[in-house]
């Protein structure tokens, strides 16, 4: 029987992991579900009309991850890792460009503040160049929820008070949490789920929500 390969967690979320949390810093925020919104956003502004099926992908393929996934013939040579092209940072500096030193001196951990200063510096070759047939609009507020700075980022609520969502969003139906506690899903407490499994269990909180449509109609079943 040939044995089924499945990826980690740490490979499958490494492409929409923050720089904050790839950088291993204890002070993050919410900014890293904005970050993670962003490049899940990038993926939807490719099935549009125009880029060709064969363009659509992950915004930041990354394939290694500091400090947890280091060539062991390299363990000690920063800048062997730091120039690579598939390096999560890289990839994504190579899109947005380097931070700016101050931007860098705001992180907490000295061997990240190293391992960033060892890239190469570069301006980056911009969102629009990797996304040409997206709008004007919807750029900018990808351009404002991925950026390397957690406190330069857009919040949630600037995110949806962005004009983008202007004609689609309806503020009087949203409900904001007034608890401090963290949202639990009884799915949570069973341990590790196949993807069926996980499909069907979230399907059915979507349908929770949109009973009429159901979550078969998302394409989640």
Not at 22 to 37: G, K, N, R
Not at 125 to 153: C, I
Request: proline fraction near 6%; include cysteine; charged fraction near 25%.
């Amino acid at each position: 029987m040939k044995a089924k390969r499945v990826m980690t967690r740490h490979v499958v979320t490494r492409w929409y992991r923050a720089p904050e949390l790839i950088l291993l810093q204890d002070d993050y925020t919410e900014a890293i579900d904005v970050w993670s919104v962003g490049c899940i956003y990038a993926e939807l502004l490719q099935t549009l009309e125009g880029p060709s099926h064969m363009d659509r992908g992950p915004l930041f393929p990354g394939t290694s991850c500091f400090p947890l996934s280091p060539d062991r013939r390299h363990r000690h040579d920063r800048l062997f890792h730091t120039r690579g092209s598939t390096d999560q940072l890289n990839v994504i500096f190579d899109i947005l460009g380097t931070p700016s030193e101050a931007e860098v001196s705001q992180l907490t951990r000295a061997d990240a503040r190293d391992h960033v200063r060892s890239c190469p510096q570069r301006k980056g070759s911009g969102l629009s160049k990797r996304l040409p047939w997206a709008t004007t609009e919807s750029l900018d507020l990808l351009a404002r929820m991925l950026v390397f700075a957690p406190k330069k980022r857009v919040d949630v609520n600037g995110a949806l008070q962005h004009g983008l969502l202007a004609g689609i969003r309806h503020a009087d139906a949203e409900v904001a949490s007034l608890s401090a506690r963290p949202v639990t899903l009884e799915f949570d407490e069973l341990g590790d789920l196949s993807e069926g499994q996980l499909r069907r269990y979230i399907g059915g909180e979507v349908g929770r929500f949109h009973p009429a449509e159901g979550p078969s109609s998302c394409g989640i079943l």
